[in-house]
């Protein structure tokens, strides 16, 4: 290897460490992930446990034929095990292991599954051709994967202009098999919303590829492939990609996106531009889904705005969106949280594991749980 090679290997590796040792605190708790049908735990211990009634899209619970019918309450996957996380899209379900590999299952009607072919999986199954894999995405109908050389690699309902290819694929259904995205490496963060996949450069770089880019990145050059890159934004340290998308700037501060000034619009009538939140600082994290926003500060505990319907922000009301950001009421720091569509979940230090915005019991003045309350206990690490 030549010097100056081991110059940019030593270098990335440098850059590396701080998102390693985050995702290393961060498994002081399991890691959670869920579309409100199906919710996944995966316990320190490696061992997963899943809930909800899943069946969209033909999304099981991961039992396989042996399928037990809907989960009220976490229940251990048999035979799964050295497991450091999780993704869940509407219609898969991806699981990182501990020899840095992927298993997934799902509906696979576009290959998000990752098989080869179109057909159900109901039990997880080794993604083929992948290794040396650090973190794992699921969109809708596509999954991806960044390798430990930061490169990105997608399958499922993908376009050749995703892939940053000027040529056709050879199967234009999708892409059954793990294919890398050219012309971009040192990705850290690969989120998808309702466009292209987004992704985060170690250095705070954020870039796209595809033909339908979100509108704050600008329009494409015509004929143009390859990622391009989000122009004019200050460093970033984690994307919250969904519909409007959010980004967690160096400095702590969130930007969200949102309709540009009429001026603007009346030439380009789908222009989205960044705007601050206010009353938001020190974000670690931002997650998202359907509308609600719930941001993780530096010091655990949880902000949210956006979409209170049903109890979804724990704020003690069920019947509005909010503004501005608030705290879940009475929940205090968290270790690990998600937000699964309108039902939030939350680790505390001690273990145990808060959710809101789920349906509450028979005896409550409340048709859903407007307020975080404790719902089980989990093994957490000192």
């Known amino acids: 290897m030549s010097p100056s090679r081991r110059m940019r290997v030593f270098a990335w590796c440098v850059a590396l460490v701080p998102a390693l040792l985050d995702a290393q ?3 002081r708790a399991p890691a959670m992930a869920g579309n409100q049908l199906l919710n996944v735990l995966v316990e320190l211990d490696g061992t997963v446990k899943v809930w909800g009634p899943a069946g969209m899209w033909e999304l099981t619970r991961g039992f396989g034929a042996a399928d037990p019918g809907t989960q009220e309450v ?27 590999t992927v298993l997934a299952w799902g509906g696979n009607d576009r290959c998000e599954v990752g098989t080869g072919t179109t057909r159900t999986i109901k039990s997880p199954v080794l993604v083929q051709g992948l290794t040396r894999v650090v973190a794992i995405s699921a969109g809708e ?11 990105v690699w997608l399958w499922g309902n993908v376009e050749a202009s995703n892939l940053g290819l000027d040529r056709p694929l050879a199967d234009d259904r999708c892409v059954g098999h793990p294919v890398q995205v050219a012309g971009i490496d040192h990705v850290v963060q690969v989120e998808f919303g309702a466009t292209d996949p987004v992704m985060l450069k170690d250095d705070g770089s954020v870039w796209t590829v595809g033909k339908k880019p ?16 989000l122009p004019n934004v200050a460093p970033v340290a984690a994307l919250g990609v969904g519909d409007p ?5 160096a400095d702590g501060h969130v930007l969200i996106e949102g309709p540009a000034p009429k001026s603007v619009r009346d030439r380009d009538p ?17 997650k998202t889904h359907n509308g609600t926003f719930m941001a993780q500060l530096a010091d655990g505990t949880l902000r949210g705005w956006g979409n209170g319907y049903h109890g979804s922000l724990g704020s003690g009301h069920g019947d509005r969106a909010n503004e501005p950001p608030t705290e879940p009421i009475r929940l205090g720091p ?15 230090p001690d273990g145990t594991l808060m959710r809101w915005g789920v349906l509450a019991p028979e005896s409550s003045a409340t048709e859903f749980e407007l307020k975080p309350v404790p719902w089980r206990k989990v093994t957490v690490a000192p």
């Open 270 to 286: 789908k222009a989205n531009v960044l705007r601050p939140v206010p009353n938001l600082a020190t974000v670690r994290r931002v």
């Open 214 to 229: 979100s509108s704050i990145f600008g329009a494409r050059p015509a004929g143009g492939v390859g990622p391009i890159r």
């Open 25 to 27: 605190a961060a498994r």
């Open 141 to 151: 109908f596509t999954s991806a994967a960044i390798r430990a050389d930061g490169t």
């Open 334 to 348: 968290v270790l690990s949280y998600m937000q699964s569509g309108g039902e939030g979940y939350a680790i505390r």
């Open 245 to 249: 998308s959010v980004l967690v700037l």
């Open 74 to 100: 976490p229940t251990a996957l048999p035979g799964v095990s050295g497991i450091v996380d999780v993704a869940v899209g509407p219609s898969q379900v991806l699981l990182l292991t501990r020899d840095s």
